[in-house]
Each structure stands twice: as C-alpha cells, then as structure tokens.
C-alpha cells in the first residue's frame, strides 16, 4: 500500500532526525512506529500510561514550567542516600 502524508515541519524534522540517528531510512522508522502503534495491545494502563506521558511532554515544551522541573531535580538530588548526583548543574542542557 502507497500511503502519502503531509508532515507538520517538526514532525518531519524529527523523523529525519531520528532516521540518521539510527542510520535507516525514515521510511524504516515510520513503519516501525505504525507497526507499534496498531499491532501492540492496549491495555487500561498502558493507555492511561501513554497519555500521562504525552501530558508531561506538552508540560516540558513550556518555557514557563521549565522552573518548576528543576525543582524537582534539585529535590530528587538532595533526597538521594549517595554522594553522586543524578542531575548535576554543569550536565543541565546536556544530558537533562
């Protein structure tokens, strides 16, 4: 089956991103992410899973709750047992 999208820029931008990544075709990923999408069984979790995820992800792309989110990493270091750090200040931007 032939199947033709119009792609939102960053939807696209992301799957090219996310093709070079893996060093496959986009086409590979688009497959890949249909076949999971409407073969992978939905259970009452799994879905309610999903759209706390999503929710999170739309909170995130919000410069004002940025603030907000690294409360919560400074708190989740300090309530830490250990000395090592999860999010450290000089990692922020990079690997958080």
């Not at 820029?9 to 991103?17: F, H």
Request: glycine share 2%; net charge negative.
């Amino acid at each position: 089956m032939t199947l033709i999208l119009e792609l939102p820029e960053k939807l696209e931008a992301a799957l090219k991103s996310e093709a070079l990544r893996r060093d496959v075709p986009a086409q590979e990923i688009v497959l890949l992410a249909l076949d999971r999408e409407l073969t992978l069984p939905k259970t009452p979790q799994a879905v309610r899973l999903a759209v706390l995820m999503e929710k999170w992800n739309k909170e995130m792309e919000d410069p004002a709750n940025h603030e907000s989110f690294d409360n919560v990493f400074v708190a989740m270091d300090e309530a830490r047992v250990g000395q090592r750090k999860l999010f450290p200040a000089e990692l922020k931007g990079v690997t958080w």
